[in-house]
């Protein structure tokens, strides 16, 4: 929990440094649709982060492993049928 309230300077600051490269020329719209994400995203990172917090208490990681190793499989099956 500590790591991810952590990250969050981290990511502002990132963002910051993108929109500094990018310019402050934003039209009224990209601006309002860059604050209403912004929020959103917010939020959600923390019912989220929640949700986590509270299955992590309740239970193990094995269906986290489980979808590791499936996701593996998966993705070495892609790139091994792909190449």
Not at 24 to 47: D, N
Request: no cysteine; net charge positive.
């Amino acid at each position: 929990e500590y790591t991810f309230f952590l990250a969050i300077p981290v990511m502002f600051g990132a963002s910051l440094l993108k929109v500094v490269k990018f310019g402050f020329a934003f039209t009224s719209m990209e601006l309002t649709l860059l604050i209403v994400g912004t929020v959103v995203s917010f939020i959600v990172s923390l019912f989220v982060l929640r949700f986590l917090m509270g299955y992590i208490k309740k239970h193990d990681f094995k269906v986290f492993g489980w979808y590791r190793i499936a996701l593996g499989a998966v993705v070495l099956l892609y790139f091994g049928l792909a190449a």
